[in-house]
C-alpha cells in the first residue's frame, strides 16, 4: 500500500540558515507524483513542489527544491535562507497511484518547522 | 486565481446534530475532495468526487457522506455528530490530470 512517512515531528532552524525537512515514500507504481504543501497557523494548505517521478532533475521553486532519490525513495524538502513566515506545518503528499486518476493524495504526518531569529 | 470556499471558518455543534460543510470552487474542477486533518495524523480523505452526482469513499468515510449535486459544490454531512468527529476539515479541488489540488481554508468543528 502506498505510504508517505515524515520522521520529524517538529524542527528548529535559526533565520538565514537552510533547513531539511524528511520525506519517505513507499509505493510499486512506477508513475507517481511528489508534493510538499505549507500550512501556516492560518490554518490553509500552500503547494511548494511537485516532482514527478519520471522527472530526471530535482524540482526547484525560488528557495524551495526537493532532494528526489528515487533509489531510496526520498523525497526531501530543502529551504534555503529560512525566513520567520516559514514558520509552519510542512506536510509531504504522494499522489494515490490506484486512485491517482483523480488526483488523490496520501499525506504525511507533518513536520513543524520553527524559524528563530 | 483559483478559489475554493469553505462556509464556515468555526463551527460548534452538538453531539447528535445533522452538520452540513459546504465547499464550493469557481475553476469548473471535476474532481473535490474531502479531509479531515488531526494532530500526529496528517490530512486523511474522507471522500472525494470526480463528477456530479458521482462520490468516491476515501480512507475514513463511516459517520460522513457526500453529495455533488452541482460541479462547483460539495456538500459533507454528518448525519449524526459524535464528538470524535471534532476536527480541522479541509475541502480541495483540481482539474482530471493535473496534479496539484488547491484547497480551502478549512473549517474547525467542534461536537459538544
Known amino acids: 500500500a502506498q505510504k508517505i512517512t515524515q520522521t520529524q515531528p517538529g524542527m528548529f532552524v535559526q533565520e538565514k540558515e537552510a533547513v531539511t525537512l524528511d520525506c519517505t515514500y513507499d509505493t510499486s507504481d512506477p508513475s507517481y507524483g511528489l508534493f510538499w504543501y505549507k500550512q501556516p497557523s492560518s490554518g490553509e494548505m500552500i503547494f511548494l513542489i511537485y516532482q514527478g517521478s519520471y522527472d530526471q532533475q530535482n524540482a526547484t521553486e525560488g528557495r524551495y527544491s526537493l532532494n528526489f532519490q528515487k533509489a531510496r525513495k526520498s523525497a526531501n524538502l530543502v529551504i534555503s535562507a529560512s525566513q520567520l513566515g516559514d514558520s509552519a506545518m510542512y506536510f509531504c503528499?504522494?499522489?494515490?497511484?490506484?486512485?491517482?486518476?483523480?488526483?488523490?493524495?496520501?499525506f504525511g504526518k507533518g513536520t513543524k518547522l520553527s524559524v528563530k531569529p | 486565481d483559483v478559489k475554493v470556499t469553505q462556509s464556515s471558518r468555526y463551527l460548534v455543534k452538538r453531539t447528535g446534530e445533522k452538520v452540513f460543510l459546504e465547499c464550493v470552487q469557481d475553476m469548473d474542477h471535476e474532481n473535490m475532495f474531502w479531509y479531515r486533518q488531526d494532530p500526529g495524523l496528517g490530512l486523511r480523505l474522507i471522500y472525494f468526487?470526480?463528477?456530479?452526482?458521482?462520490?468516491e469513499k476515501g480512507d475514513i468515510p463511516e459517520g460522513y457522506s457526500v453529495s455533488r449535486e452541482k460541479k462547483e459544490r460539495f456538500s459533507l454531512i454528518l448525519e449524526s455528530a459524535s464528538t470524535n468527529q471534532t476536527s480541522m476539515y479541509l475541502c480541495a479541488s483540481n482539474l482530471q490530470g493535473d496534479n496539484e489540488q488547491f484547497f480551502g481554508p478549512g473549517t474547525r468543528l467542534t461536537v459538544l
Open positions: 503528499a504522494m499522489r494515490d497511484g490506484v486512485r491517482g486518476s483523480q488526483g488523490n493524495l496520501i
Open positions: 468526487s470526480y463528477d456530479v452526482k458521482m462520490k
